[in-house]
């Protein structure tokens, strides 16, 4: 596979991954801010609580199956290996999966009075533990598709099935006044709904239901390959949402409403990164196998390259203008999160900048060092929680959870460089990052030091910002990769883009 190939495959269903997953972050943050006003930060706690353990165990359980899905599919051409993919691991997955939701239901009391502090979580909990299945099946489908490098049945099935159905659901739930515990049970559908889809998927695009087609096991290669990313998965979340936990058991229920009414918000700008990684892992998978890594230095450039452009506007509105961000989207009765809200953006901005460093670790097959790294930084993590939230609550765990990340991607990219000599700085990345820090302070230090009177005076120098950006991108951003993919929308759309090549020729080139 040449760069221009992968670029094409990459960013043809990266687009159509981005949309997908922008519109899942977009009804999810919705929902996420209607429930928040509707039943304020103590019931909105226990929400997340149950959220939160659904998320993690159903991750957990899975040990990192649904990821060597995604690996070892492309690696087999022969339909008795491919199917022996998909059997294995979920013959390993799906009975975890019931055991632990068993576990959470039996144990809901003890871990609602001692783990959180808090009895009246423990009908919540038993609710989530449903989810739990019916996520792992959903994971292992989502796994499958990625490993046949498809792009809409995932689509179809995490980024609009799945956030529709739970809208839907915690809609009616919430009108209805059954609260919390109503929430929860829209969860449940959500997951049932989008398990029966990706089922239906693996029906129609797998062989895994094809009984008279043999298999031939891979439990033993899949759970070499996953058995670090089981540790990883758990050292992640450790950093990711320990932080939640600690601060139902430090704190309160309360504070982790607020918690988890700015998190979803900081998350945002971890969307263009997520929506290129699900693809870029295979295609890198097929770089590595044939030993092109120019082609692989190549493509992580331009994706990091992209990933930083779409990101950077988003991370400036949040990261500058906090209290107005979350004032305008959950509500006053959050904004005393406002300056968490800055630390963590900085924290999922690191990820921007670094690039698709984890996947591409994965791909090559080095997930011993994404676990070491993972099980150091959790540590690290774990340590400043303990250290930070007792005195400063969501503003301490936000500090952990941004050093965490930093340090993470810190270590990520120093592996990733000892290994191929990939790293993500490029001269394009810093001079679009000189030019975005000096339109920053164009927008920053006229509204905070009230410069700006009137809201068409603030409209006139956030549409200079916008049009100095854009032209800042056109001239240090466009290189001989993006005229290959306006020559793939050409073929893909059927239309003629030689103007827009034309002007992006000149532009780039003056």
Known sequence: MSTNSALRTLFKGGGILFLGLFLELG???????????????????????????ATIVSTVVLLGLNTGIGRY???????????????????????????????????APTIARVVFTDPATEAVLRIFALCIPLAAVMKLAVGSIQGLKLSLPKVYIQNISLPTLRFAGIIVALSVGVGATGVAWAYVGSYLGAAALGVYVLYTRTSLFARKTPYQ???????????????????????????????????STADVGIYNTIYPIALLL????????????????????T???????????????????????????????????????????????????SILSIAFFSHAIAGPNSDTLTSLGHTRLIM????????????????????????????????AYVLLNLLYSYQLYRVTGIQPITGSLVRLSLVAVGLSALVYLPVTN??????????LVAAVAVIGYTVAVLRFGIGSEELVLLESVEDRFDIDLGRLKSLVVRVSRS
């Open 27 to 53: 009804i999810s943050f919705v929902a996420k801010l209607v429930i928040a006003r509707v039943l304020g930060p103590v019931n909105y706690g226990a929400v997340s609580l149950g959220i939160t353990t």
């Open 73 to 107: 599919l492309p690696m087999f051409s022969d339909k008795t290996r491919r199917r022996g993919v998909l059997v294995s691991a979920f013959q390993i997955g799906i009975p975890l999966s019931i055991l632990a939701s068993l576990l959470i239901v039996v144990f």
């Open 217 to 251: 096991p891979m439990h033993r290669d899949l759970l070499w390959f996953s058995a670090p990313l089981v540790i990883s998965t758990v050292m992640t979340f450790v950093f990711a949402d320990m932080d939640t936990f600690m601060l139902g058991y430090f704190s």
């Open 270 to 289: 971890t969307m263009m990164l997520s929506s290129f990684g699900f693809l870029f892992m295979p295609v890198i998978a097929e770089l590595h196998a």
């Open 291 to 341: 030993g092109d890594t120019e082609s692989m230095r190549q493509l992580y450039h331009v994706v990091t390259k992209w990933v930083f452009v779409v990101t950077v506007p988003l991370f400036v509105v949040v990261a500058l203008f906090p209290t107005a961000s979350i004032r305008l989207t959950f509500g006053e009765q959050y904004v005393s999160g406002a300056a968490a809200l």
């Open 372 to 403: 070491f790294d993972n099980t150091l930084v959790a540590g690290v993590n774990f340590v400043l929680n303990v250290v930070l939230i007792p005195p400063y609550s969501v503003l301490g765990a936000a500090v952990a959870t941004a050093v």
């Open 450 to 459: 009230q410069w700006i009177t009137s809201v068409p005076l603030l409209v």
